[in-house]
């Protein structure tokens, strides 16, 4: 029975992608069979993976206007344990239209009887905003993990996030856990993130993970060859941080 | 008349909202009579000049319900030629029911009838998304300023952002200008720069500005403290660059 983990926040350029794709990839290359679902129209997430209009056969799209099953749309990887379902929208016709069919919130969390058997982990890309694709995800999810990039807007974010995930447990999902907020893009030392880390650990403290995603820029330029940081260039921070985020979490699933 | 700009792309995090305020506060340091209009619902255009739900008697969320005109929701601001309207959102029903109401694309473009002879510029924030919002920004918008930040997933925004302009030029403003594509958080000699600003050149070389951002603290410290960074550290090469940007814009709008 999979572990659902939606990764949203209602703020752009966080790195919710980037942590997607790349804790979907440590936790695979931990020997955990690893679904990733793009479920931004963008389509970011399986860019980062490689998958272009061209060889992506379906995705969210057709599993959203029920033409596929999500069983029927996953990709396999480069790394042997990670699958991708990519989003599959590539025009603003077919984004319009999902976003519609999003409305319905328990689209995902049918879908996802077809595989929640198949995979240790399922991972969602989420948009950078609430309603539509990241409702189904947080109906549909066990926990979510909160990307916090250091910044007065971000802590707003968090803030509103948790209002909303609040919301979610009465209306849609009772049962839905906090992974835990993560700190990315990490600078030590300097005003900004000081900041953010007092106003942080004064509200939330109990769910920042202890593991923390430094500002390094194999994480962005793994992106442009559709690889993870671990393929790209495993010795970098960026690629070790995120091992140790999937050792974090994989430790803990063993205890609940 | 005031020339209107929204400042937009389907991408997180690249620095809108730090456009739209550092580009409105230089506007009306240069004696520009400049209104910075909030359509994010994340408020934070407004929340980076200080306004909060405290000290904001209304803003576009009832303009946008048809309770004020958008000349009786302007608040003043510590510069003389700065307006700003906020979001004025706060809740999560409150963004869900402006969230709808955006459906109609018009209603920026007949509620700026009241306020265009007040002003030269109007700069509209934007949310990271094309439907609703910034359909109702690129409607009544006389052009439309672009900001980038070098990676993967922000090329991709782009050339998805211009298809989106060519319809909205078919179907709802056919005058819509493109004011220029704004590089921002730029590190200079970085792989992940070259290879964005190489591909950038590529396509769109006659939009990119002269101007460029560069990452520079004070302008994420100085929404801290509610001030653009011109007020906060006005030699700050952040402060200095958006002042350049807003003498080449002001530059060109005398010669078109
Ligand atoms: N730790 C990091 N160090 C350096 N660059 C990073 C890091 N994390 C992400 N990036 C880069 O920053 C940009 C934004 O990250 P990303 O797209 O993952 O954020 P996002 O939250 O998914 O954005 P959106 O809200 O648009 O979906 C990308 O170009 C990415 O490669
Ligand atoms: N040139 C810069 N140097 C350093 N920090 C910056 C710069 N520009 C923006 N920032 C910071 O980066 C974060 C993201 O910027 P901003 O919120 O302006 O982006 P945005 O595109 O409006 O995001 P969203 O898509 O969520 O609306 C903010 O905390 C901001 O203070
Ligand atoms: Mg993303
Ligand atoms: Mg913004």
Redesign the interface.
Known sequence: MAKVIAIAI?????GK?TTAINLAASLAFCDQRTLLIDLDT???SG??LGFTEANTKSGMFEVFNFISGLNHTVHKTEIPNLHVVPANVHT?LR??RL?KLADNRLILKNALRSVENDYDYVLIDC?????GLTTNALTAADSVLVPV?????AL??VD?FF??ID?IREVANKMILIEGILLTMYEQS???TE?TTRELQAKYRKYVFESIIPRN?PL??A??YGKPALLYDINSLGAQAYLDLAREISGRSSTT
Not at 10 to 14: D, I, L, M, N, Q
Not at 149 to 153: A, D, E, Q, R
């Open positions: 209602p703020k752009g350029g966080v992608t963008s389509g970011a860019l980062g603003l984004e319009e976003m948009p950078p905003f609430l309603r990039k250091s910044g007065h807007f707003d974010a509103k209002k909303y919301w300097t005003k900004v900041i820029a962005s330029e992106s442009f």
